[in-house]
């Protein structure tokens, strides 16, 4: 069955970088798009930037295209979110998602708490 | 770009149809058919319930429906059960962004 299964939980100090990865099995990771959403406690979700595995066609929301970096490996069937110059408020939990294409999403990651803390 | 807006809240009684609104502009929602909405039980993953406004994926009760007129789209589900109770999300896919709702939380009393 479709399943992306991401990394473990993060503990980061403000200022540095963590990475999260997705690892997918079960359906055609290299014909899929990826997204990352991050929802941060007693809030929405907040949509970070997509990445189309095959072509390496990537997007950004804008309030993170300065620090965020979205890539992909297909010789592992894993992609990856890299957010650096951590703030306090980048505590969330990211999810990664992915579908046929850029508009839908029928498969979600378990989500990674990521706690920024001095 | 804004959030799309959706009530915070919406509540109903087992049995009842209840349906969620998401409004956005003319730049997104209004623009395409690429609105689609998630299921949210907290601490668990979204679940995809509508996708291209009315499309319904496999495995998804046909209580659940989609529609949209102008800048809003809504999600309407039918006889309510209690575990339609989460939070629901839209969103809209447009010129490669994509925009979510600030999220509803369905109450079933």
């Known amino acids: 069955q479709m399943q992306l299964v991401q990394s473990g939980p993060e503990v980061k100090k403000p200022g540095t970088s963590v990475k999260v990865s997705c690892k997918a099995s079960g359906f055609n990771f290299r014909g899929s798009a990826v997204q990352w959403v991050r929802q941060a406690r007693g809030q929405g979700l907040e949509w970070i930037g997509w990445i189309v595995v095959g072509s390496l066609n990537i997007k950004y929301a804008q309030k993170f295209k300065d620090r965020v970096n979205i890539t992909r490996d297909m010789s592992t069937n894993t992609a990856y979110m890299e957010l650096s110059s951590l703030r306090f408020e980048d505590t969330a939990v990211y999810y990664c998602?992915?579908?046929?294409?850029?508009?839908?999403?029928?498969?979600w990651g378990q989500g990674t708490l990521v706690t920024v803390s001095s | 770009q804004s959030a799309l807006t959706q009530p915070a809240s919406v509540s109903g009684s087992p049995g009842q149809s209840i349906t969620i609104s998401c409004t956005g502009t003319n730049s997104d929602i209004g623009a395409n058919n690429f609105v689609s909405w998630y299921q949210h039980y907290p601490g668990k993953a979204p679940k995809l319930m509508m996708y291209e406004v009315t499309n319904r994926p496999s495995g998804v009760s046909d209580r659940f429906s989609g529609s949209k007129s102008g800048n809003t789209a809504s999600l309407t589900i039918s006889g309510l059960q209690a575990e339609d109770e989460a939070d629901y999300y839209c969103t809209s896919y447009t010129r490669g962004n994509t925009l979510f709702g600030g999220g509803t939380k369905l109450t079933v009393l």
């Open positions: 998602a992915a579908g046929p294409m850029l508009s839908l999403y029928d498969c």
